[in-house]
């Protein structure tokens, strides 16, 4: 989607949005440190860069606000909004971009799984330094191999607990919160119970999860998305929102994302418990699915969410 694109889809119809003051100003020549937003009763409403992958980082805050996102998740790595290798020109860029026209960025996203990655000390120090204090880690898969034994399973759970021991000790130095992502198929915390045995005694002001409810879908069916919610919620930082059905292709059975409503995740279940534990962390709203009208359909996505949001913590404002 092109800014072009975007502005002549969404035109007087766009969702007004009201403006908020810009983040604080430079200090010292150095980055836009940010206001210290004041405590919300809603989760923020926000939109997983992703989805607006060809719109430049100068025009992602005014493209976001008319679309009607409340603040951007915003991607820091390979093919994201910030190239991971040159984070000390681009990151605080785009940072002020959104919020420039009212927005925020309470968090980032990125393929970050261990402290030995060359981009890493530069992304959390600039992020946090930005006052965006959440970021999403990357996926650690299995790696199941054809001599597969019984203690590969606790061995790759050790590997990986070493790995975000190093990213939570610098995490800590520069206030970054590290979050464990829950993904589908053979991969380290597909169902929460093993990421569980991995961070489960480490401190959840420094590591917690980044939960997507439709993963969880795929891994537990009826009933295990619910518990893995719950056994994740004391450590919640913030939510995936994006919904599938499955589909089969050639003999076997695969998920399709699709928009929000119109696929097998129990929505009024998920967002009841959500608010129940009055979690106000951001919901990240990723489209996965390729529509033809992708303004149009961002903009029914988050109006589902919105009323999805208004059912559960009731008709109040989100700030």
């Not at 070493?162 to 169902?191: C, K």
Request: net charge neutral.
């Amino acid at each position: 989607m092109t800014r072009r694109a975007a502005i002549a889809a969404l035109g007087a119809a766009a969702l007004a949005r009201e403006a908020r003051p810009q983040a604080a100003a430079e200090k010292d020549g150095g980055p836009k440190a940010g206001a210290v937003l004041p405590p919300r009763v809603t989760p923020m409403i926000c939109g997983y860069s992703g989805n607006m992958a060809k719109i430049p980082y100068p025009e992602l805050g005014t493209i976001a606000q008319q679309i009607g996102y409340e603040g951007v998740d915003l991607t820091v790595m390979q093919g994201g909004h910030v190239n991971p290798f040159i984070t000390n020109v681009d990151l605080v860029r785009a940072v002020e971009s959104v919020r420039g026209p009212g927005l925020e960025v309470p968090m980032i996203s990125t393929t970050l799984t261990t402290i030995g990655d060359a981009t890493a000390y530069a992304i959390l120090a600039i992020t946090g330094h930005t006052q965006v204090h959440l970021y999403r880690m990357g996926f650690w898969p299995y790696q199941f191999g054809r001599s597969f034994t019984p203690t590969d399973i606790p061995r790759r759970l050790a590997q990986v607990r070493s790995d975000i021991n190093g990213l939570v000790a610098y995490g800590q130095r520069t206030e970054m919160t590290a979050m464990f992502p829950n993904r589908a198929g053979a991969y380290v915390g597909e169902a929460i119970w093993d990421a569980q045995a991995v961070i489960g005694d480490m401190d959840p002001k420094w590591v917690g999860y980044y939960f997507d409810p439709s993963q969880a879908t795929a891994e537990g069916a009826v009933g295990g998305w619910d518990v893995a919610l719950r056994l994740a919620l004391p450590r919640l930082k913030a939510v995936a929102v994006q919904d599938f059905t499955w589909v089969k292709s050639d003999k076997q059975w695969k998920m399709q994302m699709c928009p929000m409503g119109e696929g097998i995740v129990d929505w009024d279940a998920f967002f009841g418990i959500l608010a129940q534990a009055n979690f106000t962390g951001p919901l990240s709203i990723h489209m996965e699915y390729h529509p033809q009208d992708e303004p149009m359909a961002m903009t029914k996505d988050i109006e589902f969410v919105r009323k999805q949001v208004q059912a559960a913590w009731g008709p109040t404002s989100a700030r």
